[in-house]
């Protein structure tokens, strides 16, 4: 079991850059593969972002490759994403999930554990 927190999410201008945040209590990460995904008004949840357990592989959906970095810090039991050139296309409110399962990292229906989202807004 692990619980899920996020925090870092606020309003920016378009081409700005902002960093959320997940701390995890319960199990360390090494347990699971880490997921972000948003979810816009009106649209399905999708996914952004995530790290594996071993944290050595990444993958990003590809309208935010090259802008955005999934990281961890595992003393503290965090996971990061980084933000930059932030486009008004990418507001949202962002979730944290964990998984220990397989299947394909980017299906959200894989994530039992999620955090309770924090909004971003990129203003144009």
């Known amino acids: 079991q692990v619980q899920l927190v996020e925090s870092g999410g606020g309003v920016v201008q378009a081409g700005g850059s902002l960093r959320l945040s997940c701390a995890a209590s319960g199990r360390t990460f090494s347990f699971y593969d880490m997921g972000w995904f948003r979810q816009a008004p009106g649209k399905e949840r999708e996914f952004v972002a995530a790290?594996?357990?071993?944290?050595?592989?990444?993958y990003y959906a590809d309208s935010v490759k090259g802008r955005f970095t999934i990281s961890r810090d595992g003393p503290m039991n965090t996971v990061y994403l980084r933000m930059s050139s932030l486009k008004p296309e990418d507001t949202a409110v962002y979730y944290c999930a964990a998984r220990n399962t397989l299947g394909d990292v980017s299906a959200a229906a894989t994530y039992p554990y999620w955090g309770q989202g924090t909004q971003v807004t990129v203003s144009s």
């Open positions: 790290l594996n357990r071993r944290g050595d592989r990444t």
